[in-house]
């Protein structure tokens, strides 16, 4: 079992920044790929960002490119989003998840562990 816990979380406004972090316990392995997500009320959770285990490669939705980086600390099991230039559309509970593989897959049902969510209020 792999336990993931998201913080950072909070209430900011348009044009604000915040960074999420999600550290991971457990059976870790270096050999994960990990991923944010989101879900606004009423929607489905969508995809964020994700990392490679070797911090290679990344992979971003195209509604937060150049604005979120994802990145990884593997010797403290810890995953980073830091969102710059937050939109009110970017208001949502965020996600981190972990999936064993190098895959970087946009679909939530391919990961595998779960953290309970951080909420993000981007205000006008």
């Known amino acids: 079992q792999v336990q993931l816990i998201e913080s950072g979380g909070g209430l900011v406004q348009t044009g604000g920044s915040l960074r999420l972090s999600c550290a991971a316990s457990g059976r870790t392995s270096s050999n994960r790929a990990m991923g944010w997500f989101r879900q606004a009320p009423g929607k489905e959770r969508e995809f964020v960002a994700a990392?490679?285990?070797?911090?290679?490669?990344?992979r971003y939705a195209d509604s937060v490119k150049g604005r979120f980086t994802i990145s990884r600390d593997n010797a403290k099991n810890t995953v980073y989003l830091q969102m710059n230039s937050l939109k009110s559309e970017d208001t949502a509970v965020y996600y981190c998840a972990a999936r064993s593989g190098s895959t970087l897959y946009a679909s939530w049902g391919q990961y595998d562990y779960w953290g309970q969510g951080t909420q993000v209020t981007v205000s006008s």
């Open positions: 990392i490679s285990w070797n911090i290679i490669n990344t």
